[in-house]
């Protein structure tokens, strides 16, 4: 085996069980996170000839950075609808997309968060631009940059993950009731400068 792609390997599970570790809630698959975890630590200390036990690895307590997250406008053929997927949580609508994973480009997030939310196959058309969410979202939520991408519907399928429980195109002039995760402003910044060609930068 190659020794980056099993370095490679080694560091998407390792992000995968500190993923689980924050979000899970079920006390077996805590146990089995955390398991994965110390391994994929003690494999890579040993591959790399280093200890991890640096406080700055996989940790924000000495230099805070915003968290990056990705969203994707999908217009229909004539721009007058947009593709949004419900929250199952929620009820309510957003943009196909989420938090970035560690070693996903920004375009393989895209590509992902839309098949696993939407049932979306895309291909990217272009960058719409990175703005900084922090101020539309609730005081006390963390730092966030949003990548927002416009791409092309390749192909639709009926399949989606749980958190999502309905896809659909929308009127722009007509949204439905949108996630308070954002705001309904915040979404019209996005769609307007998708529709323009323009640029959003903070």
């Known amino acids: 085996m190659d020794s980056k792609y099993f370095y490679d390997f080694l560091l998407k599970i390792q992000s995968i069980s500190k993923i689980g570790l924050v979000h899970s809630k079920d006390p077996y698959a805590l146990t089995n996170y955390k ?4 391994l994929s630590t003690k494999y890579l200390e ?3 000839d280093v200890k991890f036990d640096r ?5 924000r307590d000495i230099y805070p950075t915003p968290n990056v997250s990705v969203r994707t406008l999908i217009f229909n053929e004539d ?5 949004l997927v419900r929250e199952a949580n929620l009820q309510a609508y957003s943009l196909p997309g989420g938090w970035a994973d560690l070693y996903d480009s920004p375009a393989q997030t895209a590509r992902n968060e839309c098949l696993q939310e939407a049932g ?7 960058l719409v631009g990175i703005a900084d969410r922090t101020p ?6 963390i730092p966030e940059y949003v990548v927002i991408f416009e791409a092309k519907l390749k192909e639709l399928h009926k399949e989606h993950e749980y958190e999502t429980d309905d896809v659909g195109f929308f009127e722009i002039n007509n949204l ?3 996630s308070k995760k954002t705001s309904k402003e915040e979404l019209m910044r996005f769609i307007n400068a ?5 640029t959003i930068y903070d």
């Open 120 to 126: 979306a196959e895309i291909e990217i058309v272009r």
């Open 136 to 141: 539309f979202k609730q005081k006390t939520s």
């Open 79 to 83: 721009r007058t609808k947009i593709l």
């Open 35 to 38: 398991e994965i975890n110390d």
């Open 46 to 48: 040993e591959f790399m």
């Open 55 to 59: 406080p700055n690895y996989f940790e």
């Open 194 to 198: 998708g529709l323009d060609g323009s």
């Open 176 to 178: 439905p009731l949108i």
